[in-house]
């Protein structure tokens, strides 16, 4: 059973404070690592990395996956207050004929909290 | 605006009632899916659509039921089966060859007593 687990579940920073979200997982034929980010309702995507491409970059928020130590993580600098969200990981798995059902697993999210 | 709209936003059923929300697409994409998200938790799959006419059970399909007649709908169905319906539905869109990349719409709250 494909799995994702996202630490911490919940972070409260300032303005201006860096911080960074970790998402570990295990699934069977791996084929994309997917960063969404949720504000009220509807998840917004970030980023897909896979394994031709294991760092992105979309102004102060970057990603890196590690496919040895089934990781990822997700940075924020310069955090504003707008970048309080829920913050979704989830894998995608690769089905037997080498294409994608886009079948996600998602981890339980991060609440990021940024105050001013 | 191209984009994916769910309705209604706020549902309120009886126990035993079947319940069907509306999940629509202008995004011209091939794939559809229904997610489930509980307070503190992520978002589990329901169903999925790859194609018009064929849908796949998610990892909870259990008391759910969908159709895919047209490329733009896909409209899920929660039986009286369903042992614990009260939930936030999120239905999202993608295209077949970027699965990974979805759009959500902005989701159905359903509160069954």
């Known amino acids: 059973e494909d799995k994702v687990v996202q630490s911490p579940l919940s972070l409260v920073v300032h303005e201006g404070d860096t911080v960074t979200l970790n998402c570990s997982y295990e699934?069977?034929?791996?084929?994309?690592l997917l960063w969404y980010k949720q504000e009220k309702k509807a998840p917004t995507f970030l980023f897909m990395l896979t394994s031709s491409g294991i760092e992105k970059k979309s102004g102060r928020l970057s990603s890196i996956l590690d496919k040895k130590e089934l990781f990822s993580i997700l940075n924020i600098t310069a955090t504003q207050t707008g970048d309080s969200a829920v913050y979704l990981c989830?894998?995608?798995?690769?089905?037997?004929?080498?294409?994608?059902?886009?079948?996600?697993?998602f981890g339980q999210g991060t609440i990021l909290t940024v105050h001013p | 605006d191209g984009g994916i709209t769910q309705s209604p936003k706020y549902l309120f059923r009886k126990e035993g009632q079947n319940v069907t929300l509306s999940c629509e697409q202008n995004l011209n994409h091939d794939a559809m899916y229904w997610y489930r998200q509980d307070p503190g938790q992520g978002l589990r799959l329901i169903y999925y659509s790859q194609i018009v006419n064929d849908f796949q059970k998610g990892d909870i399909a259990e008391g759910y039921s969908v159709s895919r007649e047209k490329k733009e709908s896909f409209p899920l169905t929660v039986t009286s089966a369903q042992k614990n319906p009260t939930a936030f539905y999120l239905c999202a869109s993608s295209h077949t060859w970027r699965a990974g990349e979805q759009y959500f719409g902005p989701g159905t709250r359903l509160t069954v007593t």
């Open positions: 989830a894998v995608e798995a690769e089905s037997r004929g080498g294409t994608s059902y886009g079948k996600l697993t």
């Open positions: 699934v069977t034929n791996f084929r994309s």
